[in-house]
Nanobody, 117 residues
Framework: QVILVESGGGLVQAGGSLRLSCAAS????????MGWFRQPPGKEREFVAAITWRLGITQYADSVKGRFTISRDKAKNTVYLQMNSLKFEDTAVYYC??????????WGQGTQVTVSS
């Protein structure tokens, strides 16, 4: 089992920035990719970004391309999501996930991001 702990959420004004972190522990060697998802209020969870652990290949949802950047620190078993030019519609609970690209079987508890307009 992989344990994922997110941090870095909070309240920010539109146009501002936040950086989310996701620290992984446990059976981390079984994961080839990590991703970020979000669940806006009253909506279903949606994909935000993903990164492959070995080569650092990234994927982004169209809604965040050019504003969000996913990265990883192998030494720290940590994945980051740098969020710039935040919009009101980015407000959501953000979840970290680990597994294989497109199929994640380990999830964090989530961190709230609120963007005020």
């Amino acid at each position: 089992q992989v344990i994922l702990v997110e941090s870095g959420g909070g309240l920010v004004q539109a146009g501002g920035s936040l950086r989310l972190s996701c620290a992984a522990s446990g059976r981390t060697f079984s994961n080839s990719a990590m991703g970020w998802f979000r669940q806006p209020p009253g909506k279903e969870r949606e994909f935000v970004a993903a990164i492959t652990w070995r080569l650092g290949i990234t994927q982004y949802a169209d809604s965040v391309k050019g504003r969000f950047t996913i990265s990883r620190d192998k030494a720290k078993n940590t994945v980051y999501l740098q969020m710039n030019s935040l919009k009101f519609e980015d407000t959501a609970v953000y979840y970290c996930a680990a597994g294989v690209l497109g199929a994640y079987d380990n999830w964090g508890q989530g961190t709230q991001v609120t963007v005020s307009s």
